[in-house]
Structures are given as C-alpha cells and as structure tokens.
C-alpha cells in the first residue's frame, strides 16, 4: 500500500461527501450543523493533497499547515455536533488542537521525529472526534432520531482506531516512505479504517439531516395545531363570556319590551313600537344564539345527543314549525317522504332540527309570495337524505363559492334579516355528524335544492305491548295551583329583578325579590315559603348552584320548593351543573314570557326534588 494512494482516496471521498452535505445545508439553512460538516470535508480534502505533495513543497506547508488544516477540520466536526444538538458551537474548544499542533511545530525536536508528530495528530483527532460522538451518544430531548445513535458509535469507532494509532506510533518505529510520509503498512491500514468510518458517519448523517426536518416539520405542525387549538379556545371562551354579557342587558331590553307590548294601559301605537323593540330583540338574540354555535362547531366542542327519533312524525313536526312564517307569505308547503324511508334512526334531534329549520327558514325568506316550498326526505345504505327545495331566485354566482362561509350573504339580501351565520352552522353540523350539506340549482333550473346527508343508523321499532290484563293505576301529578303564585326571584343585578318581576306581574303572581343567595336563604329561613324560586346562576359570593343546594338541604316543605335556573349561560354544561345542583328547570336570559310560563308549570307538577347532603 502506498499513502499518497490513500491520500488521494481521502481527498476525493471528502471533497464528495463536503459536497453533498453544503448542498443540503444550502437548501435548508435551518440546519447550520451541516455546512460545519461540509466545511470540513473540504479543508479536510485540501489538506490531503498538500500532505500528499510532501516532498515537493516546504515542509511547513505540507506538514505544520497541511495537519493543523486536519485538526482544524476534525474540530468542525466537533462544532457541527453541538450545533446539531442546539448547543453552543464551542469555538473556544475547537482552536485548542490546531494551536497546540502549530505550537508543537516549532519544535526542532518534534519536526524531526515522524513518530511524534503521528502521535500528536492521531491523539488531536481522536480527541475531537470522540467529543463529535458524545455529543450523539449523549441522552437527548425531544423527538427520537434513529440514526443519530449510529453516527454516534461510529464516530466512536473513528475516534477509537485513531487513538490506537497514536500510541501504536509510539511502540512501533514508523517506516517512512522517500516523501517522508509513513510507510508502514498498520498505519496505513489504521488510517484507511478511520477514513471509512468517518465516511459512513457522514453518510448516515445525511439519513439524520432528514429525520430531523421531518422531526422539525411535525413538531411544527403540532405547535401550529395547539395554537390553533389555543386560539379557538380562546375564541370560545371570549364568545362565552360576551354571550352572557350580551344577554344581560339584553334581557332588558327584550324583557321590558314584551311588558310593554302586552301593557292594556298603553296606546295601540305604543303597543306596536313595543313589538317591534321585542322583535328586534329577538333578531339580535338570535344571532347571538348563531356566533356562539359558530364558535362551538368551529372549536369541535359541539356536544352530540343521539337518540332514537321518530323520522316521518319528526319531520313533519319540523315542518310544522315553519308553516306560520310560510302561511304569512302565501307560500305552498310540501312533505315527501320516500316510501323506503327508515321509520326511525338515531339522531341528535335538536341539531337535526336546528339544521333543517335553517335550511326551511332561509327558503321562506329567499321565496318570493306565492312560490313553493318542498321537503323530500330517502334513505339508502344508512343514510339519509334531506332535500329543501324552494322556487326562490337561487344563489348567485359569486356566492356559490363561499356559500358555506361564516357571513355569507349575496347582493340583493339586504332587507331581509339574518346573519349570514345558519348556513356556516348548518355545514358544521352535518361535518361533526359525519355528513354534509350541499347545494344546486332547483327543477328546471329555478330557484335552489340544498341537500343535507347523514350517516343516521336506523333503529329497530319498539314492539307493540299488549294491552294489560286490568288497568294499571295512572300517577297523578301535583296539580299546580290555579290562583296567582308567590315566586321569589334571586338576582344580583336590579335590572334582571325589575324585568322578571314585571313580566310575571302580568300574570297577577305575587313577587319577592332577594339580591344574593345569602339574603334568599335568610328569607327561606325565615319560613317565608314560596311556591316557585327563579334563581339567576351567576352572582357573587353564593353563586346560583351553591344557593340551590343549600335549599335542597333543608328540611321539611322549604327543601323542596320548586327551583329554575334563570341565567345567561345555555350550554349543555350549565344546564347539567343546574340539575346537579338539585334546580327543577332551566330558562335562559332574555327570558321569553311563554318559555318562562311554560317552565313553571312543568316545574310546579313535577315530583319534589329529594333532600340533598351539603358536601363537608
């Protein structure tokens, strides 16, 4: 074997490997690591060739600087290392070896002996290259990177034979070639093991280089996918809040306005501005109801409640709902139920229903008077189909795209009321129930079909139970008393007190008022029992919930008077703490004069709520 031979081997295969690898650091310059390695391989491959010209230039090129050029490159790829690691590049570390070598060099002693000059470069590079494989080797955060292991115990491996070599140089006299080179044939050898192994090293880390940008491209994507996660958090939650504050003052409004409306003492006139101030109230409630659903859909947090429903008296009931405002506009409304249709499937009936009146709603406000409107509904393969089709003057073009969009509304659309939100809602419904919701031009090319497609299961029919041998004895509830009720009313704010107060005035019940849970159990306390407590959730110091426990935990009649939560908070959440609480009913502000009537009779005929054990 020949050295000058290994020394072109190891100038081509660095020159080769730097190549590639300042190549790939120039197409990602994140990773810096790279273009040290690189860098090295190329000092590396320039050293080589001055040290296989020795003998045909001074000695202080092609020994004192051809192996400081060595040690300077096997500390880059110490540097590269701690870079990859995200580490500090050490610099300071790294001119240690090519100073003590230029150091030794000045030596007339060193510069003559080739067995000391071998040992001093052999033990720098050995040095330099185990620090590169700790720093692979060494316990590490974050994703796992299966080659990273590999480069580092080859390195080791590299950084091994080198210091082998080193003391080998010392114990064993180094035959020289007539350039002055080593001759022997262990060293050369040695040398060409070293080189391999810091040649599969570097290929391997071209294998790293990748697994950590794909490494750094999923966690990228995590972060940007909890930002986003964090974002309509965020987003929900502010929604949240601002729908209890809308809903305060606008319990107010709303409320006052159906006092008015209904007050015999006022003028037809004032009566009808009244209405018109509840109906705006109610417009504005409903895009409020609107954003909040946007927000849940949009956020995932949509809760779903299947359960077994009834799909032709569903539908019908459905559509039922809408007649008045299409019998108001002289519009001709249709049910087609396709004869296969699945009797019953199982449904979230409040968001199918939710789904379908805007699907209905939109097509009795965009009908012209006169026009048609048509429900078909068809099963098949477990899904089923929903189409509202309506004669109205379809969508336009340049909305099409966007249809589905939060607050898209087309030209033309002005005075009719609405957010542009039911559509947005509607879609994201259907997306969290597995289906989808689309759109296209009606029969003939006139008027719109939007057609909504569910996964619904369909349910067995419940058997028909055979009539009973004798009659079995009907419960019969508590009947509400039929004069006037004394309600108490528990709420922080004096507007929501004065609202309530006056909307059940006008059904003769008598009123108490209390301004904190506290002042309500003082009262009850008293033995001042009233037939109903409409109890706000929501107040400082003993909020709703702790109020109505505290109630349920009394003993004798006052443990069990009828409660309903009347609060700003509507979601599913709220309501479940409510009935945890041990409250009988709920009804969101504003509060709506029929809703409210409506809940206190269901709650005055409902068995009495247990006694409950206050938590110690």
């Known amino acids: 074997m020949h050295t000058p031979a290994i020394a072109l081997f190891a100038m081509s295969t660095a020159l080769s490997l730097g190549a590639v690898q300042l190549w790939l650091w120039a197409r990602n310059r994140d990773q810096r690591w790279l273009a040290d390695w690189g ?74 002996s080739l067995e000391a000059r071998a040992f001093l470069a052999s033990a720098i590079g050995a040095i330099y290259t185990g620090l590169a494989a700790w720093e692979f080797l060494r316990p590490r955060a974050g994703a796992v990177l299966p080659s990273r292991g590999a480069v580092g115990l080859v390195l080791a491996a590299a950084a091994a034979v080198l210091a082998g070599r080193g003391l080998a140089s010392i114990a064993i006299p180094l035959q020289q070639l007539e350039n002055g080179l080593p001759g022997a044939d262990w060293f050369t050898i040695a040398t060409a093991a070293q080189l391999m192994m810091r040649t599969a090293a570097s290929l391997l880390l071209v294998s790293l280089a990748a697994e950590l940008a794909e490494a750094r491209a999923s966690a990228s994507l995590a972060a940007n996918t909890a930002r986003a ?42 009566r009808a501005q009244a209405r018109v101030i509840e109906q705006a109230g109610r417009h504005v409630l409903a895009i409020t109801n609107d954003l909040l659903d946007l927000a849940r859909v949009e956020a995932g947090r949509m809760e779903l409640a299947p359960t077994a429903v009834d799909t032709r008296v569903f ?77 109205g003057p379809g969508v336009a073009a340049e909305l099409q795209a966007r249809l589905f969009q939060d607050f898209a509304r087309g030209r033309g659309t002005a005075g009719i009321e609405g957010s542009g939100l039911g559509l947005a809602i509607t879609a994201g419904l259907a997306s969290a129930m597995g289906g989808d919701v689309t759109h296209g031009p009606g029969p003939g090319g006139q008027g719109s079909v939007f057609t909504l497609s569910l996964p619904l299961p369909a349910v067995p029919l419940p058997p028909v139970p055979l009539p009973p041998a004798a009659p ?145």
């Open 39 to 112: 860098i090295a391989h190329v000092i590396g491959a320039v050293a080589m060739l001055l040290l296989g010209a020795r003998g045909a230039i001074p000695d202080l090129v092609s020994i004192s600087i051809a192996n400081a050029m060595l040690q300077f490159a096997a500390s880059l790829l110490y540097v590269g290392a701690r870079r990859f690691e995200d580490r500090s590049a050490g610099l300071a570390v790294a001119a240690i070896g090519p100073a003590v070598w230029l150091a030794a060099c000045s030596s007339d002693t060193f510069m003559a």
């Open 229 to 270: 996660e964090e974002a309509n958090a965020q987003k929900t939650l502010f929604l949240t809040h601002m729908s209890h504050e809308l809903r305060s003052p606008l319990n107010t409004v709303l409320g006052l306005a159906q006092v008015l409306a209904r007050d015999a003492a006022l003028g037809d006139a004032q």
């Open 472 to 616: 079995a004895p009907v419960p019969v509830a508590e009947a509400a008393p039929a004069g006037p009720l004394h309600i108490l009313i528990v709420d922080d704010l004096a507007s929501n007190r004065q609202v309530l107060e006056a909307l059940l005035m006008l059904a003769g019940h008598r009123i108490s008022l209390a301004a904190s849970g506290e002042a309500a159990l003082a009262m009850l306390a008293g033995g001042n029992r009233p037939d109903v407590v409409l109890m706000d959730v929501n107040m400082p110091g003993l909020g709703g919930c702790a109020t109505a426990a505290r109630i349920r935990a009394m003993q004798g009649p006052i443990g069990q008077v009828p409660i309903i939560a009347v609060t700003g908070h509507t979601d599913a959440a709220e309501i479940a703490a409510c009935r945890a609480a041990g409250m009988d009913g709920h009804v969101g502000k504003p509060v709506d004069l029929a809703l409210l009537r409506a809940e206190i009779e269901a709650a005055m005929t409902r068995p009495p709520a247990p006694p409950m054990a206050l938590a110690g």
């Open 315 to 391: 539908l019908a009931d459905t559509v039922a709902l809408i007649a008045p405002q299409a019998t108001a506009k002289a519009l001709t409304l249709s049910v087609d139920l396709a004869d296969g249709l699945s009797p019953m499937v199982r449904a979230d009936p409040v968001r199918l229903r939710q789904m379908l009146l805007n699907l209905l709603g939109n097509a009795v406000k965009f009908t012209p008077t006169g026009g048609r409107i048509a429900l078909a509904a068809t099963s098949c393969a477990g899904r089923i189909r929903i189409d509202v089709i309506d004669t």
